[in-house]
């Protein structure tokens, strides 16, 4: 799990790629800006038996898959 801050206002949490962020201008201050990233924990408890198909963007069951 990953979130992005910009200046204290979160732009969101992402929980696997693409980790990519859009957010409000608004959210920037003219001079120097403070960007987190913050890595918070892992999915391990949900995934159990599950696997990221990145083709179809979706978590697929292990279980569900034909074997040849």
Not at 4 to 20: F, M
Not at 58 to 66: A, F, P, Q, W
Request: hydrophobic share 30%.
């Amino acid at each position: 799990m990953v979130e992005v801050t910009v200046n204290g206002e979160s732009l969101g949490v992402r929980a696997w790629s693409p980790y990519t962020w859009s957010g409000n201008t608004a959210y920037l201050k003219k001079g120097s800006n403070q960007i987190e990233v913050r890595v918070t924990g892992t999915l391990i408890g949900l995934l159990e038996g599950q696997y990221f198909d990145y083709e179809n963007h979706r978590i697929t069951d292990i279980r569900c898959e034909r074997r040849t």
